[in-house]
């Protein structure tokens, strides 16, 4: 699983860093012919990591769901299935603090809540063992489907560690991504992300 962690990581970066490359030579800060003044700011920094959405961590999930009646009295099937959820942070809400005032200097960046972004169950991989044949239907599969999309949503919501180590992602990357470039501009200047 952390394997798969890492891959997501590296391929999250070399996508900011293909942003963050792109907004560099748009914005003269290569291949400029002149000499220029950079200051940072909040709407700077905005400008570094202005994507919607950086999924942190993956987590696939094989599990068992047990599909109800309407009046979720009688146990109709047990549903099994194969299923991936990715969370991250929403970038619109992060929020950043610069003090110039102490030294050193300091960028404080606030991360949002992790968030789930997606919740997948591969409906090729659902397998039924029905408590009665009469709830064999044409319709329970899509009924199936999803309910164990709202069983798996519900259970990776209990991972902490999952979450966890979308928190941990999220500040590696948003680091990764930042410093370099606060660093090219002004090295004095020190990064938090919290």
């Known amino acids: 699983m952390r ?3 890492w891959i997501i990581v590296i391929i999250s970066i070399a996508v900011l860093g293909a942003v963050l490359l792109t907004f560099a030579v748009k914005n003269g800060y290569l291949f400029n012919d002149g000499p220029s003044i950079n200051v940072i700011c909040e709407s700077s920094l905005r400008e570094v990591v202005n994507v919607s959405k950086l999924s942190t961590a993956e987590y696939t999930y094989n599990s068992v769901a047990k599909i109800y009646d309407k009046d979720k009295k009688v146990l109709k099937c047990h549903a099994k299935y194969n299923g991936t959820v990715t969370a991250g942070i929403d970038f619109s809400k992060i929020d950043y603090d610069i003090d110039d005032d102490i030294t050193p200097k300091k960028i404080t960046i606030i991360l949002p809540a992790i968030e789930i972004h997606d919740v997948i169950v591969d409906s090729g ?8 044949s009469k709830y064999e239907t044409d319709e329970f ?3 199936a489907y999803t309910l164990c999309i709202e069983d798996l949503g519900v259970k990776v919501k209990r991972q902490d560690d999952f979450l966890k180590i979308a928190k941990e992602n999220a500040v590696k990357t948003i ?3 930042v410093s370099p470039w606060v660093n090219q501009i002004d090295s004095e200047y020190v990064i938090e992300v919290k």
Do not use: A
């Open 3 to 5: 394997k798969k962690i």
């Open 125 to 132: 991989t659902i397998d039924y063992i029905f408590t009665n």
């Open 141 to 143: 599969s899509q009924e």
């Open 175 to 177: 680091d990764g991504l």
